[in-house]
């Protein structure tokens, strides 16, 4: 985390050096964007802290823990499938989730099938790609997240 600071502070210095007045705009907006994402990924955080706490420990790991299985792999892999989450809340989520005892394979399912199937927006992209071509899209990368799941847990 230092190297990443220490880093991070050297390029806005090179920055500052080239343009200082582009470099304050792209502070501003990024603070901007930053107070704008900050209520959602609150509540995001909150509503998580709500679940795990109404959700029993033990409850969690036999269904999402690393004794779980493929049974595992299929529940992530539904919710990520279905789930509407962006990205910048649903890395800290899976962050909580392993820190629960959620296993790095499923977290892996889970976060691979976020990002790349997408039930509820289907109809949409049928209008753009056609039915078949993009059931056949979701469905490969519904498989490709079992398989990253599985590369997961056999190097982790």
């Known amino acids: 985390m230092i190297e990443l600071s220490i880093f991070t502070i050297g390029c806005l210095i090179v920055s500052i050096l080239f343009d200082l007045k582009k470099t304050m705009k792209g502070i501003k907006g990024g603070l901007a964007m930053f107070i704008k994402l900050l209520p959602v990924l609150l509540f995001m955080l909150a509503l998580v802290s709500i679940v795990l706490f109404l959700i029993p420990e033990k409850t969690l790991i036999r ?32 962050g909580i989730l392993i820190k629960s005892g959620v296993s790095y394979g499923i977290i892996a399912v889970f976060i691979t099938t976020l990002m790349m199937v997408g039930i509820i927006t289907l109809p949409i992209e049928a209008k753009f790609f056609g039915w078949k071509i993009s059931i056949l899209r979701n469905v490969l990368s519904f498989i490709g997240a079992l398989l990253v799941g599985f590369l997961m847990t056999l190097f982790l």
């Open 63 to 94: 269904f999402m823990g690393n004794d779980a299985g493929f049974t595992g792999w299929l529940i992530a892999g539904m919710l990520g499938s279905v789930a509407l989450i962006p990205g910048f809340i649903a890395y800290p989520l899976c």
